[in-house]
């Protein structure tokens, strides 16, 4: 049997800007968000899981939190939009750069899939997609619907500071005793999550930005950075599924992450979280979703110079 090439990583950041209709200079995918500072604290654990200094040292952070879409301008509020929060840890010589969202899935598991994905729904002449189109390639590739069904049977967070996140690739960390296990980080709001009004969702475009210089002028935002720990049998290649029983599963907590300011004029939204930058002691995830990140995150930020 011959098998297609995989889609180059350029060709998927078309298709995203294709099915966004947007600018050359908006991020491919999570185009509308708002950059803060903190500082990340270890905690006496995170050796256990990984040697990265990242990790496992005290170090300012810059992070990202986002809505998903090529459009800066869509609705922050919407319900069935993921959320996403990317943050860089560690100092020159040790950075790594995490991206998470607020659903444990992607939505394909192979970049051809990813492709075929995007293409349904770019817009036609009338300036919508074509509803059988997509109906079509979902019932053709039915684990392409995991994500849009988690999200659909959870209540949409009040604040991106009540909303967990997850990086859904499995990362091979080596601890300080040279074992290596794969693991799946989990970021986890320090205080409770409520559902978010339905008449705030309507009339508060802007509620999210509102909400985050609020609760920062008030205090601080925490996060408990979390490991989730693999096991022997866990799928590792495929990103639209989840490990068996992982809520469930043993995690431990790398350390905390503590959002102390919110920036004013957005000046590091032109810069790009690299899933590429990991420090030594956590390697890249095999699966191709992944890989495919790695280079497109490089040709966006590349288009959008």
Same mark, same amino acid.
């Given at each position: 049997m011959i098998r297609s090439p995989a889609p180059k990583p350029a060709s998927i950041v078309g298709a995203m800007k294709a099915m966004a209709g947007a600018s050359p200079k908006d991020r491919a995918s999570f185009a509308k968000g708002h950059c803060v500072r903190g500082i990340y604290i270890p905690s006496d654990r995170a050796d256990e899981v990984t040697k990265s200094q990242s990790f496992t040292r005290p170090s300012r952070v810059l992070a990202? %939190? $986002?809505?998903?879409g090529g459009n800066p301008l869509v609705p922050d509020t919407d319900n069935f939009v993921l959320r996403g929060f990317s943050f860089t840890l560690g100092d020159i010589g040790h950075r790594s750069d995490i991206l998470t969202q607020s659903a444990p899935v992607h939505y394909a598991r192979t970049t051809a899939q990813m492709l075929a994905y995007l293409k349904a729904?770019?817009?036609g002449s009338d300036g919508r997609p074509d509803p059988e189109k997509i109906k079509a390639f979902s019932t053709a590739n039915?684990? /392409?619907l995991h994500q849009a069904s988690y999200m659909a049977a959870h209540a949409l967070p009040a604040s991106f500071a009540d909303t967990t996140y997850w990086a859904v690739h499995a990362f091979p960390a080596t601890n300080r005793s040279g074992e290596t296990q794969f693991i799946?980080?989990?970021?986890?709001?320090?205080?409770? #999550?409520?559902?978010?009004?339905?008449?705030?969702v309507r009339t508060n475009g802007g509620l999210l930005r509102k909400d985050l210089e609020n609760r920062i002028a008030a205090r601080d935002i925490r996060f408990s950075l979390m490991a !989730?720990? *693999?096991r022997l049998g866990d799928p590792i290649l495929d990103v639209t599924i989840r490990w068996p029983d992982e809520d469930r599963r043993e995690t431990v907590r790398l350390g905390t992450i503590v959002i102390t300011a919110i920036e004013a004029n957005?000046?590091?939204? *032109? $810069? !790009? %979280?690299?899933?590429?930058?990991?420090?030594? *002691?956590? *390697?890249?995830?095999?699966? #191709?979703? %992944?890989?495919? =990140?790695? @280079? @497109?995150?490089?040709? $966006?930020? /590349? =288009? =959008? =110079?």
């Open positions: 990202r %939190f $986002s809505v998903d729904r770019i817009p039915p684990e /392409t799946k980080f989990k970021v986890v709001p320090v205080g409770s #999550q409520a559902a978010l009004a339905e008449d705030a !989730v720990l *693999g957005e000046a590091p939204d *032109g $810069s !790009v %979280f690299n899933p590429a930058d990991l420090a030594e *002691g956590i *390697g890249y995830p095999p699966d #191709q979703i %992944f890989a495919a =990140r790695r @280079a @497109a995150y490089a040709i $966006s930020l /590349t =288009r =959008r =110079r």
